[in-house]
């Protein structure tokens, strides 16, 4: 039922992108995008639907392919702000959210 | 923006104490979940609540787990005997309405430590 996060971890020096992936074995309502630093709560980023959509946050955006059931979320030009653990969220019909097991994010200076 | 309180924000307690984690969910808020994170691992779902009942739960959830919404504001959960492994940073989530493009909302967890 959870979803399968790729990579488990990744370092970046500012400015260099990431991608996150995201899968389910199950058919997909929607995905979320959650960030959570250290001892934090997580938080909200973006949900995406069925229907491949993309979308958008400054330099964060995300995908959904129905038929893959994947996600991924693309950070580009990284900032020191965006270290932390990436979570993605998934819902099927008969589930509530579930969450990966995060992928660490460091940008180095 | 609304928020997720939550109570304690750390609790100490004795292996086979009972503890209660204290939750106020967003007020026009239908769903609400327990979720518990394990230091420096996945955020794993306990249970989720709609409608004065559990509609979910997972394996995690036993016997020893409870959850209740005594007073119409407060959302509770209880572990009836804590276990070492019950130690954790526990996470109390709400939302408008399932699987309708909703965020959750979390609250800031309550870590517990069991000794």
């Known amino acids: 039922q959870q979803p399968v996060q790729s990579p488990q971890a990744v370092i970046l020096r500012e400015g260099e992108d990431a991608v996150i992936n995201c899968s389910s074995s199950?058919?997909?309502?929607?995905v979320h995008w959650y960030r959570q630093k250290h001892g934090e709560a997580p938080v909200f980023l973006m949900i995406l639907l069925k229907g491949g959509e993309q979308k958008g946050h400054e330099k964060i955006s995300a995908s959904f392919n129905e038929k893959k059931q994947q996600s991924s979320l693309y950070l580009t030009a990284s900032q020191l702000s965006y270290s932390g653990t990436y979570f993605c969220?998934?819902?099927?019909?008969?589930?509530?959210?579930?969450f990966g097991a995060g992928t660490r994010l460091t940008v180095k200076p | 923006e609304p928020e997720v309180t939550q109570t304690p924000s750390h609790q100490v307690t004795q292996m086979g104490q009972e503890v209660i984690l204290r939750c106020v969910p967003i007020?026009?808020?239908?769903?609400f979940y327990w979720y518990r994170q394990i230091l420096g691992q996945k955020v794993e779902f306990l249970v989720s609540?709609?409608?004065?009942?559990?509609?979910?739960k997972s394996e995690i959830f036993d016997d020893q787990f409870s959850v209740e919404r005594p007073d119409g504001s407060n959302f509770t959960l209880k572990i009836r005997s804590t276990k070492l492994e019950d130690s954790a940073m526990y996470f109390c989530?709400?939302?408008?309405?399932?699987?309708?493009?909703?965020?959750?909302?979390f609250g800031s967890g309550t870590q517990l430590s069991v000794l």
């Open positions: 007020s026009n808020h239908l769903y």
């Open positions: 989530a709400s939302t408008s309405r399932r699987g309708q493009n909703e965020k959750l909302f």
């Open positions: 969220g998934t819902e099927n019909n008969n589930n509530d959210m579930r």
């Open positions: 199950k058919a997909l309502y929607s």
């Open positions: 609540f709609y409608n004065n009942e559990i509609s979910e």
